[in-house]
T-cell receptor
Framework: AQTVTQSQPEMSVQEAETVTLSCTYD???????LFWYKQPPSRQMILVIR??????QNATENRFSVNFQKAAKSFSLKISDSQLGDAAMYFC????????????FGTGTSLTVIP | GAVVSQHPSRVICKSGTSVKIECRSL??????MFWYRQFPKQSLMLMAT?????????EQGVEKDKFLINHASLTLSTLTVTSAHPEDSSFYIC?????????????FGPGTRLTVL
């Protein structure tokens, strides 16, 4: 199975500031998908942003953007103008591009937003 | 948009009994569903891929006779934990992918907390 590493177990950010969460992965495939999911205390997984590996352009979704470095196998998430509602566990996920489309998750980063 | 439900949300059972968890895609059809388990403060670990009309594919280290998966229709997959033991206590999450899901996104259920006494 592919391995996904999140080296920051915990991060904190001041409200309205910017924070970057790190993610690296290991794969021998050239085609795959990458995702960031948010898991609030309710435990419901919520998609934050996705990136197709074949696209060079970094994905953005409002205040969320990624820095995708394919050669380095790095996929970091930047949250701008942090809000209290952004506080949650954030999981990076690697998705296979085959018909099975299995996901493999990183260990997660707990984000605290300080008012 | 795409909603996945799980039932029950919580279950407590005695050691040695079997527990069935249902995963339903409410507003879309899913040929493929996935089952994960999540221990407290840990990540989601993929257990198996559930394929409609065929046998599930289990990840390495997951006992197929312990965790029975049935994907009988395009909207329902079930996970049965057989002869449950306290070490099976965990949070079980399912997800589903749309048939025409070109985005490869998985939609997640709200999870089921299993406690085995």
């Amino acid at each position: 199975a592919q391995t996904v590493t999140q080296s920051q177990p915990e991060m904190s950010v001041q409200e309205a500031e910017t924070v970057t969460l790190s993610c690296t992965y290991d794969t021998s495939e050239s085609d795959y998908y990458l995702f960031w999911y948010k898991q609030p205390p309710s435990r419901q997984m919520i998609l934050v942003i996705r990136q197709e590996a074949y696209k060079q352009q970094n994905a953005t979704e409002n205040r969320f953007s990624v820095n995708f470095q394919k050669a380095a196998k790095s996929f970091s998430l930047k949250i701008s103008d942090s809000q209290l509602g952004d506080a949650a566990m954030y999981f990076c996920a690697y998705g296979k591009s085959n018909t099975g489309n299995q996901f493999y998750f990183g260990t997660g980063t707990s984000l605290t937003v300080i008012p | 948009g795409a909603v996945v439900s799980q039932h029950p949300s919580r279950v407590i059972c005695k050691s040695g009994t079997s527990v069935k968890i249902e995963c339903r895609s409410l507003d879309f059809q899913a040929t493929t569903m996935f089952w994960y388990r999540q221990f407290p403060k840990q990540s989601l670990m993929l257990m198996a891929t559930s394929n409609e009309g065929s046998k599930a594919t289990y990840e390495q280290g997951v006992e197929k006779d312990k965790f029975l998966i049935n994907h009988a229709s395009l909207t329902l997959s079930t996970l049965t934990v057989t002869s449950a033991h306290p070490e099976d206590s965990s949070f079980y999450i399912c997800s589903a992918r749309e048939i025409a899901g070109g985005s490869r996104e998985q939609f997640f259920g709200p999870g089921t907390r299993l406690t085995v006494l």
